[in-house]
């Protein structure tokens, strides 16, 4: 989880795969989990409240997953959060995965905010070492793994239902 999925694949495998190979497993895997997960798609509880308040405090988001880029648009759309994210970054906005703090400088560079000043909610045990890595204050998100599962954060959260803007200030 939060690495590029060639990497999945080439575990899987135990074998060295093509490019081709790759984005082909990589395809269907990935229409087989959308077509799966669409009736049961929704936001993590609170989410939307949150990203409402963020907006509403004029406080800059950016989305960094590894997720390829149809799932994102699915995701967004899906869960009615699309309007909220401008900056968005992938697997191929970088050359190495997480648990490489990349894709999160290339987040926070983005925002033009300093790295100690910005949160990272993740889910992800590598999506959090990445985040640690690049300076970020960081929020576990416990939809994934169980919080004893993740490593140490600032906060560890269940859902964003009692996540407010004086908690994020605390944080920094």
């Known amino acids: 989880m939060g690495q590029p999925i060639g990497n999945t694949w080439r575990f899987f495998f135990k074998r060295k795969l093509t490019d081709k190979e790759v984005l082909l497993f990589e395809e269907i895997k990935e229409q087989i989990y959308r077509d799966i997960y669409k ?88 999506g959090i070492l990445a985040a640690k890595a690049a300076g970020a204050k960081v929020i576990g998100l416990t939809t994934t793994h169980p919080s004893v599962e993740l490593p140490p954060v600032n906060f560890m959260i269940n859902d964003f239902e009692h996540l407010t803007v004086l908690v994020l200030k605390k944080l920094l």
């Open 39 to 126: 009736p049961e798609i929704k936001p993590v509880k609170g989410l939307i409240s949150f990203l409402e308040l963020l907006a509403e405090n004029k406080i800059p988001i950016a989305l960094a997953t590894a997720a390829p880029k149809v799932n994102i648009d699915f995701v967004l759309e899906n869960t009615g959060t699309s309007k909220f994210f401008s900056k968005i970054f992938n697997a191929s906005s970088v050359t190495i995965g997480k648990p490489n703090p990349e894709i999160y400088l290339k987040a926070i560079a983005s925002l033009k905010i300093p790295p100690s000043n910005c949160i990272v909610i993740e889910d992800s045990i590598n």
